[in-house]
């Protein structure tokens, strides 16, 4: 058996060239006769357009043609479509106005594109740019998530009242009346108030994009920072540009991060696509930093009323949330779906609440769109019930290690059909609870206090148990509760003739180790040796289809399509083995890449196999086609549930309101464990990701829709020094719904550890009678929380 | 980008008359701030003359209790130098908490007091040592350079050559940074001059500015309770999503006394 199958940490095969510089980003893509787009953008957050004159732009040396919105509609381009409908309370679908790709009539967000320059060069287009001039007349917005559907605010669409893209209810009308009930029997209760900040992704790799209409054979080629080039073929040749599926080829090549921004259609791509079919010339863009602060989908934004009703034992009877999400200024391609069945779905979390209910109204604004960052839709879940759930150990006095001990789904009791949707399949949280309590030494967190107290500091100490449903998804369920597409993954292992492999896979490698994973799964199963093994992904022409990589869902579902396809290699190489071992297919048996006559010492390796495979001189041609290649789609028949227990303690200095994450302890159940030291990175980088949204991230528009943190000046990312060395360890509870077992891993750090930093910094504060602190938990806010409480 | 001119200018006297024989000409020391400001379109200069192959100008000397500092001296070069640690550990730390190691690299002193960013480090080094600026022109006081946000008492065409920074009997900067630039939100930086206890704020203000309160207090016992409870008005400080003006003055006395306490050693 070769080494590096399932199990091993091996080293990422994709390394040498990122650590090398020999990286193919989208932006290395360069063609003869390729011309420059530039984006004009708007100023302001809501304006009417009033006369766009181009005439100086389009005379500008190197100028080849500018773009407006009213060209976009005289070619017949289509808007940015929508991946996901949600229907309202009353039944009516949600209000899902045009996006178009250049904006016609109004601006509605700064930065949305009002003309595309394109020129020779990107500095021409750039100057062009400043030449178009436009009669803005600016208009009152709506900015702000809490009040954008009320009575009085200023009308973003005209499709959509009140700024109102939806007014849903979940899980049913009735589901509110036993909530009621559950709160006129409760023996306490808990409330919080509180705000999930916008977030906004910040990928190392600007989002970039290179397109090429070849008039010969009327083909287009896109290559561009896509986590799902199929997806994006299909939503962009068939709603936006009208470029027939056969005749489109996209390509994402290696992508620097993702986090979700980088799986919806932009309108660059579109307009670049669009120009260079028009102009018959290699056309390319390239994001600034500052562009894709405004333009990259932003996540969360939700502003959040939670309710928690619980007997006199304290257990959970009755949970009930009220939600706005903001949508920003139009729907991203997945948008609709986030606030709603990837988060109330997940409102049970790791406990038995009988009862649950929520209202989410999602409202227009005159923001940057928002759609999946790290976690949708399960972070804004996970964090509230975290919350409130340490809210109600304070109401009931039950300490909040205590009260979720009594209110954990038992581990015999799986599956677990819980009250919003979903059906749990496995799950032991209570192990690891106990792991993570150990480890992070809760018990002697007194005497750290004590230190910190003797040395002028506060301390708390927070705890967070984290579910998140991933590997999206079934795709019959997907389709009745409103997606647009099937959520399965296709993958296709070909051995070549010399006995190595290359596998095609419909997922997206941009920072998950997918090129030495899925190598793994190979070796594994196959027994060739891992550098025997290519993964190639993010190209239409070579992965028969495919939905991409997002949601967690990389290895339980693409893996498991992988898998698959290997179990058809095998079925056809024991028939070919059979016949160079003379002996009846029943009878061969496979391991670690070798066919064994069972019970004899006959045995021919799978190299052979594939060589007589391909070379079949000696081969059943009557009965087998030559060639030892096989593909398979995989169509998850439900979620999996990675669940986690986090343990987190802060410092603070009162004087300045500094928090300091002095100790984090995660233990996860993400299922088997194909290569631990990705996990261990992904985890990482997930809990990175999660304390920089509790203490600093956070996107500040103003009223009039001006973004006050456009550069990293002013939006605080965490660094390497906001972390401290994380304490990991894993607990494995296979998932049985898939054949490896797998969970996802790539987005529970984000999910879990905001509600974990937050509950700390409470803990900390409470003695001064702070009971919640909204995230960024800055300095600042923190000083002013104190400041409040000692004045009260 | 817009385009520009570049030249490599061989002395001071080259630098000057190439920027002032240009339309709009400007000197190039690091690049730190200019280059930013360029890219992103919201400057443009007809030439830039790069102050960097001029022998001389980045020096550092210590002599007769002042330390002598070149305004080409990078923040990297202050923040390793032995002679400056030596004689004003507060001024090597301080150049050693600017930014980050590529931003230090390529800063320098010049650039900095010349572009006086409200946010800046150096500007409380220069109030609060009571330094004295010197250009291809004249002598400015420290107290006298910095006049207004991003403002300062030099001419069109002025270099700074040099920066000369009395040794203080002690001193100590403390700088309360913004999470996200790593400026200063609110800096103090104190000293005890042979002209009695300076008390210097950068960040705060829309420039920097003194607080003669604290200094008179420091006066009278150089210890951290002498400023711990002497609060400074915000009616005219700088507020931003980071830090209100209520905020920052409250920051002003914890970072004034942690200086005190730290200047004591
Ligand atoms: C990411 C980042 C973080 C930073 N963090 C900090 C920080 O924490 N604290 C801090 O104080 N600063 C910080 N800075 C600014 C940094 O210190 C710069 O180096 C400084 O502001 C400018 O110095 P420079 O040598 O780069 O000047 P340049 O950018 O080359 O020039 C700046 C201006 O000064 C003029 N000029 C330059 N030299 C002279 C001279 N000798 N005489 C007259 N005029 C001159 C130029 O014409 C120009 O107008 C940061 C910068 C960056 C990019």
């Given at each position: 058996m070769p080494e590096g199958g399932i199990g091993a940490s091996v080293k990422r095969k994709e390394d040498f060239r990122f650590l090398t510089g020999r990286g193919n980003y989208t932006d290395d893509e360069v063609r003869a006769g390729q011309?420059?787009?530039?984006?004009?953008?708007?100023?302001?957050?809501?304006?009417?357009?009033?006369?766009?004159?181009?005439?100086?732009?389009?005379?500008?040396?190197?100028?080849?043609?500018?773009?407006?919105?009213?060209?976009?509609?005289?070619?017949?381009?289509?808007?940015?479509?929508?991946?996901w409908g949600i229907t309202s309370k009353d039944g009516s679908p949600m209000a899902e106005?045009?996006?178009?790709?250049?904006?016609?009539?109004?601006?509605?967000?700064?930065?949305?594109?009002?003309?595309?320059?394109?020129?020779?060069?990107?500095?021409?287009?750039?100057?062009?740019?400043?030449?178009?001039?436009?009669?803005?007349?600016?208009?009152?917005?709506?900015?702000?998530?809490?009040?954008?559907?009320?009575?009085?605010?200023?009308?973003?669409?005209?499709?959509a009242p009140n700024n109102l893209c939806f007014d849903w209810d979940f899980p049913a009308p009735e589901a509110a009346d036993a909530v009621d009930a559950a709160f006129r029997a409760a023996a306490h209760t808990a409330r919080l108030q509180l705000v999930n900040q916008r977030i906004i992704p910040h990928s190392m790799e600007p989002r970039a994009a290179v397109a090429e209409?070849?008039?010969?054979?009327?083909?287009?080629?896109?290559?561009?920072?896509?986590?799902?080039?199929?997806?994006?073929?299909?939503?962009?040749?068939?709603?936006?540009?009208?470029?027939?599926?056969?005749?489109?080829?996209?390509?994402?090549?290696?992508?620097?991060?993702?986090?979700?921004?980088?799986?919806?259609?932009?309108?660059?791509?579109?307009?670049?696509?669009?120009?260079?079919?028009?102009?018959?010339?290699?056309?390319?863009?390239?994001?600034?930093?500052?562009?894709?602060?405004?333009?990259?989908?932003?996540?969360?934004?939700?502003?959040?009323?939670?309710?928690?009703?619980?007997?006199?034992?304290?257990?959970?009877?009755?949970?009930?949330?009220?939600?706005?999400?903001?949508?920003?200024?139009?729907?991203?391609?997945?948008?609709?779906?986030?606030?709603?069945?990837?988060?109330?779905?997940?409102?049970?979390?790791?406990?038995?609440?009988?009862?649950?209910?929520?209202?989410?109204?999602?409202?227009?604004?005159?923001?940057?769109?928002?759609?999946?960052?790290?976690?949708?839709?399960?972070?804004?879940?996970?964090?509230?019930?975290?919350r409130v759930i340490d809210e109600a150990a304070q109401a009931t006095g039950i300490d909040p290690v205590e009260i979720r001990r009594r209110n954990f789904i038992a581990a015999d009791a799986f599956?677990?059909?819980?009250?919003?949707?979903?059906?749990?399949?496995?799950?032991?949280?209570?192990?690891?609870?106990?792991?993570?309590?150990?480890?992070?030494?809760?018990?002697?967190?007194?005497?750290?206090?004590?230190?910190?107290?003797?040395?002028?500091?506060?301390?708390?100490?927070?705890?967070?148990?984290?579910?998140?449903?991933?590997?999206?998804?079934?795709?019959?369920?997907?389709?009745?509760?409103?997606?647009?597409?099937?959520?399965?993954?296709?993958?296709?292992?070909?051995?070549?003739?010399?006995?190595?492999?290359?596998?095609?896979?419909?997922?997206?490698?941009?920072?998950?180790?997918?090129?030495?994973?899925?190598?793994?799964?190979?070796?594994?199963?196959?027994?060739?040796?891992?550098?025997?093994?290519?993964?190639?992904e993010g190209d239409t022409d070579r992965a028969v289809m495919g939905m991409g990589t997002y949601g967690s869902r990389s290895l339980s579902v693409g893996g498991s399509a992988i898998d698959r396809a290997m179990d058809k290699i095998i079925d056809k190489g024991k028939k070919i083995a059979s016949h160079l071992l003379e002996a009846s297919v029943d009878d061969i048996e496979f391991d670690s890449g070798t066919f064994t006559v069972s019970g004899t010492d006959r045995t021919i390796g799978i190299g052979e196999v594939a060589f007589a495979a391909y070379v079949p001189h000696?081969?059943?041609?009557?009965?087998?086609?030559?060639?030892?290649?096989?593909?398979?789609?995989?169509?998850?028949?439900n979620f999996n549930f990675p669940f986690a227990s986090y343990v987190c303690e802060v410092e603070i200095d009162p004087e300045t309101g500094t928090v300091s994450v002095e100790r984090f302890t995660a233990v996860d159940d993400v299922g088997n464990i194909v290569n631990p030291m990705i996990v261990e990175g992904q985890v990482h980088g997930g809990l990175a990701h999660g304390i920089g949204q509790a203490l600093m991230e956070g996107a500040v528009f103003d009223e009039t829709g001006q973004p006050l943190t456009g550069s990293?000046?002013?939006?605080?990312?965490?660094?390497?020094?906001?972390?401290?060395?994380?304490?990991?360890?894993?607990?494995?509870?296979?998932?049985?719904?898939?054949?490896?077992?797998?969970?996802?891993?790539?987005?529970?750090?984000?999910?879990?550890?905001?509600?974990?930093?937050?509950?700390?910094?409470?803990?900390?504060?409470?003695?001064?009678?702070?009971?919640?602190?909204?995230?960024?938990?800055?300095?600042?806010?923190?000083?002013?929380?104190?400041?409040?409480?000692?004045?009260? | 980008m817009y385009d520009f001119n570049y030249r490599k200018a061989s002395s001071v006297g080259d630098a000057v008359s190439a920027v002032t024989g240009a339309e709009d000409g400007r000197f190039l020391a690091g690049g730190m701030t200019i280059i930013p400001t360029i890219k992103q379109r919201l400057a443009k200069p007809s030439d830039l003359v790069d102050l960097a192959g001029i022998?001389?100008?980045?020096?550092?000397?210590?002599?007769?209790?002042?330390?002598?500092?070149?305004?080409?001296?990078?923040?990297?070069?202050?923040?390793?130098?032995?002679?400056?640690?030596?004689?004003?550990?507060?001024?090597?730390?301080?150049?050693?908490?600017?930014?980050?190691?590529q931003v230090r690299n390529r800063g320098t002193i010049g650039g900095s007091i010349a572009n006086n960013d409200p946010a800046a480090d150096y500007p409380a080094a220069v109030v609060g040592l009571g330094a004295t600026v010197h250009t291809n022109r004249r002598e400015i006081a420290g107290d006298a350079f910095f006049?207004?946000?991003?403002?300062?008492?030099?001419?069109?065409?002025?270099?700074?050559?040099?920066?000369?920074?009395?040794?203080?009997?002690?001193?100590?900067?403390?700088?309360?940074?913004?999470?996200?630039?790593?400026?200063?939100?609110?800096?103090?930086?104190?000293?005890?001059?042979?002209g009695g206890p300076r008390v210097a704020v950068t960040g705060a203000g829309p420039c920097v500015f003194r607080v003669a309160e604290m200094e008179q207090a420091l006066g009278g016992s150089f210890a951290p309770e002498a400023v711990a409870d002497i609060k400074i008005g915000d009616g005219d400080l700088n507020s931003d999503i980071h830090a209100s003006a209520e905020y920052r003055a409250h920051l002003v006395t914890v970072m004034a006394k942690r200086a005190v306490a730290r200047a004591n050693g």
């Open positions: 011309l420059y787009a530039h984006m004009l953008r708007s100023p302001h957050g809501h304006a009417a357009l009033g006369s766009i004159d181009i005439s100086k732009a389009a005379a500008a040396p190197g100028v080849v043609c500018v773009l407006t919105g009213a060209d976009a509609d005289a070619d017949g381009i289509g808007g940015l479509p929508c991946g106005p045009k996006w178009p790709i250049i904006a016609q009539g109004k601006a509605r967000y700064v930065g949305e594109v009002v003309a595309a320059v394109i020129a020779e060069t990107a500095e021409q287009a750039a100057d062009a740019a400043e030449l178009v001039e436009i009669g803005y007349q600016a208009l009152d917005a709506a900015a702000v998530t809490e009040t954008a559907h009320l009575d009085g605010t200023p009308q973003i669409h005209d499709e209409y070849d008039k010969g054979d009327e083909k287009l080629t896109l290559y561009c920072t896509a986590q799902a080039a199929h997806a994006m073929r299909l939503l962009l040749g068939a709603f936006v540009l009208n470029q027939p599926e056969h005749k489109f080829r996209v390509v994402a090549p290696d992508v620097g991060g993702g986090f979700g921004s980088k799986v919806a259609p932009y309108a660059e791509y579109a307009i670049i696509c669009w120009a260079s079919r028009r102009l018959e010339r290699p056309v390319r863009w390239l994001g600034e930093r500052a562009e894709c602060f405004v333009t990259d989908a932003h996540g969360r934004d939700h502003v959040t009323e939670v309710e928690l009703a619980l007997d006199g034992d304290g257990r959970f009877t009755g949970l009930r949330v009220n939600t706005v999400a903001n949508m920003g200024a139009y729907l991203s391609a997945f948008a609709p779906l986030i606030p709603t069945y990837l988060y109330a779905t997940l409102f049970a979390g790791q406990y038995t609440t009988p009862a649950i209910c929520c209202n989410v109204k999602a409202v227009f604004t005159n923001t940057s769109p928002v759609d999946a960052l790290r976690g949708a839709g399960r972070p804004e879940a996970t964090y509230l019930l975290e599956p677990y059909q819980t009250p919003v949707a979903l059906l749990y399949d496995s799950g032991a949280y209570e192990r690891a609870l106990d792991i993570a309590l150990e480890r992070a030494d809760w018990s002697g967190f007194g005497a750290r206090k004590s230190a910190s107290e003797a040395d002028g500091k506060m301390r708390g100490i927070g705890i967070a148990a984290p579910i998140e449903a991933t590997g999206a998804a079934p795709s019959a369920i997907a389709g009745q509760l409103g997606a647009r597409a099937g959520l399965y993954e296709s993958a296709q292992v070909r051995f070549n003739a010399t006995g190595t492999v290359t596998v095609f896979a419909g997922t997206h490698n941009h920072g998950q180790g997918h090129e030495t994973t899925f190598a793994q799964l190979v070796t594994d199963k196959l027994g060739v040796p891992l550098e025997n093994v290519e993964v190639v000696n081969y059943p041609l009557e009965e087998l086609e030559p060639g030892l290649d096989e593909q398979a789609f995989f169509d998850p028949v990293l000046m002013d939006y605080t990312l965490p660094r390497a020094d906001t972390v401290p060395s994380f304490d990991l360890d894993h607990t494995v509870t296979p998932c049985p719904m898939n054949p490896l077992g797998a969970k996802g891993v790539g987005e529970i750090g984000a999910i879990g550890a905001p509600p974990a930093a937050v509950n700390a910094i409470v803990d900390a504060l409470r003695p001064l009678g702070v009971n919640h602190v909204d995230m960024p938990v800055t300095s600042q806010s923190v000083w002013q929380a104190i400041q409040s409480a000692k004045a009260s | 022998d001389g100008l980045a020096g550092i000397s210590v002599s007769g209790g002042v330390v002598e500092i070149g305004g080409m001296a990078r923040h990297a070069e202050v923040n390793a130098s032995a002679a400056v640690a030596d004689a004003i550990p507060a001024l090597a730390q301080l150049a050693g908490g600017i930014g980050d190691p006049t207004g946000m991003f403002e300062t008492a030099l001419e069109d065409g002025e270099l700074v050559t040099k920066v000369s920074f009395p040794v203080p009997s002690k001193a100590a900067y403390m700088k309360f940074p913004n999470p996200a630039s790593r400026y200063a939100i609110v800096g103090v930086f104190v000293a005890a001059t042979a």
